[in-house]
Nanobody, 113 residues
Framework: QVQLVESGGGLVQPGGSLRLSCAAS????????MAWYRQAPGKQRELVAG???????NYTDSVKGRFTISRDNAKSTVYLQMNSLKLEDTAVYYC???????WGRGTQVTVSS
């Protein structure tokens, strides 16, 4: 059974950092393309970062240079390191097996002074 569990969200001040984790079970993360999405109140869910199985990455323009997606195959975990956080990064962040209907429940990230 495939399961994705996100953690690491919280309240942070502008300019701060957070690292989100997505613990995956039932799959081998290294063999799958994985992604982080986010959904802010009143907005559509959007792709934040993708990690293709061959190691290539893809980021939405608004997070380039600030966010980094990575994985630890031994821990079956995908990470999203978020630096220089901005107010507009506030959203629920979801882990996804890229291009599939497998989603985690999300973790709330709130950037506020």
């Amino acid at each position: 059974q495939v399961q994705l569990v996100e953690s690491g969200g919280g309240l942070v001040q502008p300019g701060g950092s957070l690292r989100l984790s997505c613990a995956a079970s039932g799959i081998i993360v290294g063999f799958n393309s994985m992604a982080w999405y986010r959904q802010a109140p009143g907005k559509q869910r959007e792709l934040v970062a993708g990690l293709i199985s061959d190691g290539r990455t893809n980021y939405t323009d608004s997070v380039k240079g600030r966010f980094t997606i990575s994985r630890d195959n031994a821990k079956s975990t995908v990470y999203l390191q978020m630096n220089s956080l901005k107010l507009e990064d506030t959203a629920v962040y979801y882990c996804n097996i890229w291009g599939t209907g497998f989603w985690g429940r999300g973790t709330q990230v709130t950037v506020s002074s």
